[in-house]
């Protein structure tokens, strides 16, 4: 018979690389970046403290659907985030998905969340070293 194979640890999305608190979304949205994409928006904020790295938050406001239509955005959303090589930056991202990311492949969110990644440490890494120059 098939071999069963080992059961790795879990691999969903701990607590400490989530956004939790009102008050840190708040302080994304008012001081942080913003990143414009197809099937969201990247909100992203460096934090000080750099030994939790980066923790994610998704706002899916009921204009975007039903609870059903919403849970499965941020389901493909954390799932895409998880999948995502993660800056080297102590960072807090909040992402709002547009109502075309349900109909979007999952591929495509997957590039999408990587290229937004990719931009939040140019933007925090190598940015403040082009402006000295």
């Not at 708040?26 to 934090?47: D, N, W």
């Not at 937004?116 to 070293?129: M, R, T």
């Amino acid at each position: 018979m098939g071999e069963v194979a080992p059961q790795n640890a879990k691999k969903g999305f701990p607590k400490s690389r989530r956004l939790l608190r009102h008050a840190d979304f708040e302080r994304v949205y008012k001081q942080g970046r913003r990143h414009f994409a197809a099937h969201m928006t990247v909100f992203y904020l460096r934090r000080e403290n750099v030994s939790t790295g980066v923790r994610v938050g998704f706002t899916v406001g009921r204009v975007l659907g039903g609870a059903v239509q919403r849970n499965r955005m941020k389901r493909r959303l954390r799932e895409a985030v998880r999948l995502s090589v993660q800056p080297e930056v102590a960072v807090d991202v909040v992402i709002n998905p547009k109502r075309s990311l349900l109909a979007a492949d999952f591929s495509e969110l997957q590039s999408e969340v990587a290229k937004a990644f990719h931009v939040i440490k140019k933007s925090l890494v190598d940015g403040p070293e082009k402006r000295r120059s």
